[in-house]
């Protein structure tokens, strides 16, 4: 049975940092390209970072330049370090495959909650 499991979510303060973990298991992680998606309420689940299976990685525009996303194969588990954090980027993230270059996502996880205050 494959599970996702996010962690690292919490209350931090505009500009402060958070990393976010993601682990995989029940699956094979290394042939897919991963993503980070966050979802606000009211809004659609978005993509925020991703990394094919070469480690080579891109971000939304909102995200550039402020998230790192790495993947520890070895360990099946997915990063997001989030630093200079705005009150937009407030949202549930879930990792998955990236949707764009997979039909067949994981079964989604609880996601976790970040929230920015300001």
């Known amino acids: 049975q494959v599970q996702v499991v996010e962690s690292g979510g919490g209350l931090v303060q505009t500009g402060g940092s958070l990393t976010l973990s993601c682990v995989v298991s029940g699956s094979s992680f290394t042939p897919y390209a991963m993503a980070w998606y966050r979802q606000s309420p009211g809004n659609q689940r978005e993509l925020v970072a991703w990394?094919?299976?070469?480690?080579?990685?891109d971000y939304s525009d909102s995200a550039k330049g402020r998230f790192t996303i790495s993947r520890m194969n070895v360990r099946k588990t997915l990063s997001l370090q989030m630093d200079n954090l705005k009150s937009e980027d407030t949202a549930v993230y879930f990792c998955?495959?990236?949707?764009?270059?997979?039909?067949?996502?994981?079964?989604w996880g609880q996601g976790t909650q970040v929230t920015v205050s300001s």
């Open positions: 998955n495959k990236d949707r764009r270059v997979n039909n067949n996502l994981f079964p």
């Open positions: 990394i094919n299976t070469r480690n080579l990685a």
